[in-house]
């Protein structure tokens, strides 16, 4: 079957780092995808992994290893703006599967 | 500006009715999705289209129905004869459907039957 896990909520203070683990068996892989949805309103897409490793892209991060299906969002220099929930979204061939989402709240 | 437009933000209908969701893009991307959203569950697929006069079902069809006369527009119908039609529904584009091809999303519809 198919299967994107993922937590359903997560909880960090304003400044500091976070890790969302996003865990996933497909019948085939084309990359995966996170996207941000803040509540009521549409997934904004955050990054893209096809190859292992680490991809920057300013304060995000996003980390692959297809061997194990596994893959984490990095939030650091967190702000109250980062909060919202964050969907891992893998493409098995041609479609995307997404897992539910992790709920991340940002404390001051 | 480039994007994905959809309307109405919100929707109110009685059970029985059919209702049709508009999704409108000029990114000049071929390819078209339409996916429900509910509370504690993944968005799912409930038709595509990756060219104008062709679609296909995606994994919650029933009781749904789409055309593809522009390349623009992708409305979505919600018949009567979808059981549970109260959800958040979200509208998605892309360039193609390869593996790297990124989804654009609408701001949704929130659809509720009374």
């Known amino acids: 079957g198919q299967n994107i896990d993922q937590p359903t909520e997560m909880t960090a203070t304003e400044g500091a780092i976070v890790q969302i683990n996003c865990t996933y068996q497909t019948s085939g892989f084309n990359g995966l995808f996170w996207y941000q949805q803040h509540a009521g309103e549409a997934p904004t897409f955050l990054s893209y992994?096809?190859?292992?490793g680490l991809e920057e892209k300013g304060r995000f991060s996003s980390f692959l290893s297809r061997s194990k299906g596994y893959s984490y969002l990095l939030l650091k220099e967190l702000q109250m703006k980062d909060s919202a929930s964050y969907l891992c979204a893998v493409r098995d061939r041609y479609d995307m599967r997404f897992g539910a989402g992790t709920r991340l709240t940002v404390k001051p | 500006d480039g994007g994905i437009t959809q309307s109405p933000k919100y929707l109110f209908r009685k059970e029985g009715q059919n209702v049709t969701l508009s999704c409108e893009q000029n990114?000049?991307?071929?390819?078209m999705y339409w996916y429900r959203q509910d509370p504690g569950q993944g968005l799912r697929l409930i038709y595509y289209s990756q060219i104008v006069n062709d679609f296909q079902k995606g994994d919650i069809a029933e009781g749904y129905s789409v055309s593809r006369e522009k390349k623009e527009s992708f409305p979505l119908t919600v018949t009567s004869a979808q059981k549970n039609p109260t959800a958040f529904y979200l509208c998605?584009?892309?360039?193609?459907?390869?593996?790297?091809?990124?989804?654009?999303f609408g701001p949704g519809t929130r659809l509720t039957v009374l």
């Open positions: 998605a584009s892309s360039i193609g459907r390869a593996g790297g091809d990124t989804q654009y």
């Open positions: 990114l000049n991307h071929d390819a």
């Open positions: 992994n096809v190859l292992d």
